[in-house]
């Protein structure tokens, strides 16, 4: 089983209609983090929450809200999608303990808005 | 400006050949610089760089970090196609353990038998 899982994988939405992207993870990490990724332009940074309590906008946050369930659970909505937010949707989580700061990446959700 | 710049964005070569992927930033203060491979969906991890000069190796791949002259290299020597992926650099945000990171646009690897 995967240590940070995203569901769904894929999908289709119409433009104007709400969406939510979920990630669990089993690794016990604190941090988790939102990417998107577009062709030629890396992964950019959406979201990112330090602990259960704690949201952080990244670079390129409008049009997106989270909410982190729990230490496990990191969702990403879009409210009114629009098709420039289609693009690779990736969750990742670290671990601030120690001096390692890798991230783990779930497998992404491709999301097409139509 | 905070970036990091990857070349080439692609690549084409043959099974046996090496290559030297780059990656260079912008910003002095950083806590450490990584490489990921990205073959289908997921970036898995490759190497984290955080002193200069000291190589990283696993197998066939090494990176090195120059803080001197702000890049990083990753070699890959004797080529496979299963290196056929996106190599993507990323380096940390900042100088504190966040665990963001801000990524290259990627090197697009394809190797032919």
């Known amino acids: 089983d995967a240590d940070v899982t995203q569901t769904p994988r894929n999908r289709i939405t119409k433009t104007g209609k709400r969406i939510m992207l979920e990630c669990s993870q089993t690794k016990g990490h604190d941090r988790m983090y939102w990417y998107r990724q577009d062709p030629g332009l890396g992964l950019r940074l959406i979201y990112y929450?330090?602990?259960?309590?704690?949201?952080n906008k990244g670079e390129i946050s409008d049009g997106y809200s989270v909410s982190r369930q729990a230490q496990a659970k990191f969702s990403l909505s879009l409210e009114s999608a629009i098709p420039n937010q289609t693009a690779l949707y990736f969750c990742a989580t670290s671990d601030p303990r120690g001096s390692n700061t890798e991230a783990f990446f779930g497998q992404g959700t491709r999301l097409t808005v139509v | 400006e905070d970036k990091v710049v990857q070349s080439p964005l692609s690549l084409v070569v043959h099974e046996g050949d090496t290559v030297t992927l780059n990656c260079s930033y912008e910003?002095?203060?950083?806590?450490?610089l990584l490489w990921y491979k990205q073959e289908k969906k997921a970036p898995t991890f490759l190497f984290m760089l955080t002193s200069s000069g000291i190589e990283k190796k696993s197998g066939r791949l090494s990176s090195i970090l120059d803080k001197k002259e702000l890049f990083s290299i990753l070699n890959i020597t004797a080529t496979q196609t299963g290196d056929s992926a996106v190599y993507l650099c990323a380096r940390n945000h900042g100088s504190s353990n966040t665990g963001k990171l801000i990524f290259g646009q990627g090197t697009t690897l394809q190797v032919k038998p």
């Open positions: 929450s330090f602990d259960v309590k704690d949201i």
């Open positions: 910003v002095t203060n950083f806590r450490s």
